[in-house]
């Protein structure tokens, strides 16, 4: 049985090989519980003199010169996110557009690569966007997307899969860990089964990116695309990134014929004729406060390691699950309770989990609520102890005990 005391999370803390990374971190109230770390990241106090330092001198003072050193900024934090955190050898990622556009960009990359093939595969759990994406891919182009069912609460089950991908079959397009659960799907078992059948797999790393160890070379994955301002802490609306395989990057061509894609730029040259490697698959002007804000957070990441952060991770989730267990029978587990088989969030449902959450606002605990009644909690290893884990879980169990939350509007907000 666990120890539910305030003191073991201390003793947790003081045994945490990683738990003097937290100060790295602005943090003005310490009364605020975070744990919606894998929505909007914490601002590292080195991101603030980084991104003043690059609006003051490179720009302030040393103006168009900058450019010299800016315009590698992509391909350079790609490199440092591929290597400390994606598995992904240099030349393989890129930082630039948002998760969105990359989807868009790789994922037709991808079909013209399978010209003679009709069928895009997701399943109906995956982030809407992505979901959006391919069906506005499947209807511009007169292909079949094929929407398998999944387990909201367990993830997607690899024989549906399985039984869905065939020779027809161009894409499947997929999240690692799936948002709301935080189930975790085995990347090289996917791949082998999309591969088996001649296709190509596109991954969505958001939630998985900087709290799971990725392995895209060593799996074989192909394509994959991710936020930086979840876990990799890049701030609100920082550049995505994308990875294409080496081996794959002169076949494929992606739909935006940008200057930043073409061979000799500035050579400003009659026509489109990309470059042969991981650039071809930028479009156009970087932006570059942006992206120093990533490379930020990412060397932090790179610090802590990312075999020490997913231990933390396992960890955390593991000890918001005990503690629910004990503390609060009326929730149900929505996550798988195998942390293989889970990355580094955990939902709980309860009918009134949107009253639930605001409640817990109030109460200066921040997490946050997906459709159907669920509470999502994501303690970000990086910057979460295991006191504000015990410290937001405790709050809980009293907004549950004392009913507080029944003062709070069941109407739906615009954002969530
Ligand atoms: C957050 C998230 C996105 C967001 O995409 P944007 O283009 O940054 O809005 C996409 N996919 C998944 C799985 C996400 O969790």
């Known amino acids: 049985m666990t120890d539910l005391s305030r003191a073991y999370a201390a003793l947790l803390d003081a045994e945490d090989p990683i738990?003097?990374?937290?100060?790295?971190?602005?943090?003005?109230?310490?009364?605020?519980?975070?744990l919606d770390g894998n929505s909007l990241g914490r601002l590292p106090k080195a991101t603030t003199e980084r991104v003043a330092r690059v609006v003051r001198e490179e720009?302030?003072?040393?103006?168009?010169?900058?450019?010299?050193?800016?315009v590698d900024l992509p391909a350079r934090a790609g490199d440092l996110i591929g290597e400390a955190l994606l598995g992904a050898a240099a030349g393989q990622v890129a930082v630039s557009d948002s998760?969105?556009?990359?989807?868009?960009?790789?994922a037709?990359?991808?079909?013209?690569?399978?010209?003679?093939?009709t069928v895009i595969v997701t399943d109906d759990d995956n982030f809407p966007t992505d979901r959006y994406v391919l069906e506005g891919l499947a209807a511009q182009r007169g292909l079949e997307l094929r929407v398998v069912r999944t387990d909201i609460d367990k993830g997607l089950d690899l024989d549906v899969l399985r039984d869905a991908v065939g020779e027809?079959?161009?894409?499947?397009?997929?999240s690692h860990v799936a948002y709301r659960s935080g189930a975790l799907l085995d990347m090289a078992a996917v791949n082998e089964i999309v591969h088996g059948?001649?296709?190509?797999?596109?991954?969505?790393?958001?939630?998985?990116?900087?709290?799971?160890?990725?392995?895209?070379?060593?799996?074989?994955?192909?394509?994959?695309i991710g936020c930086t301002y979840k876990y990799l802490g890049g701030g609100p609306g920082a550049p995505a990134f994308l990875y294409v395989r080496q081996e794959l990057q002169r076949r494929l061509?992606?739909?935006?014929?940008?200057?930043f894609g073409q061979r000799d730029q500035f050579a400003m040259g009659p026509s489109y004729d990309?470059?042969?490697?991981?650039?071809?698959?930028?479009v156009g002007t970087p932006a570059v406060l942006g992206i120093a804000a990533v490379e930020e957070g990412v060397r932090l990441l790179a610090e802590a390691g990312i075999e020490r952060l997913r231990a933390k991770g396992v960890a955390l989730t593991g000890y918001v699950i005990d503690l629910a267990r004990e503390w609060l029978p009326e929730l149900d587990l929505a996550t798988p309770a195998d942390p293989e088989r889970r990355g580094s969030h955990v939902s709980l449902r309860h009918p009134e989990a949107w009253r639930l959450t605001q409640a817990l606002i109030a109460a200066k605990v921040i997490p946050d609520y997906r459709t159907p009644e669920r509470l999502r909690l994501g303690p970000a290893p990086i910057s979460t102890s295991f006191t504000d884990v015990w410290d937001g879980l405790d709050r809980l169990r009293r907004i549950v005990a004392d009913r507080s939350y029944e003062g709070f509007s069941s109407e739906p907000s615009r954002v969530t």
């Open 274 to 282: 990309p470059v042969p490697g991981i650039d071809r698959f930028l």
């Open 19 to 34: 738990a003097s990374l937290r100060d790295a971190f602005v943090n003005d109230d310490p009364e605020l519980i975070y």
């Open 108 to 117: 037709v990359a991808a079909l013209d690569a399978r010209p003679d093939r």
């Open 197 to 224: 059948a001649g296709a190509l797999v596109l991954w969505d790393l958001c939630h998985s990116a900087g709290a799971v160890p990725v392995r895209l070379d060593a799996t074989g994955a192909d394509l994959a």
């Open 99 to 106: 998760t969105t556009v990359n989807l868009y960009k790789l």
């Open 168 to 174: 027809d079959t161009a894409l499947v397009s997929l």
């Open 253 to 259: 061509r992606q739909p935006i014929w940008g200057w």
């Open 59 to 70: 720009w302030g003072a040393d103006l168009i010169r900058s450019w010299d050193h800016w």
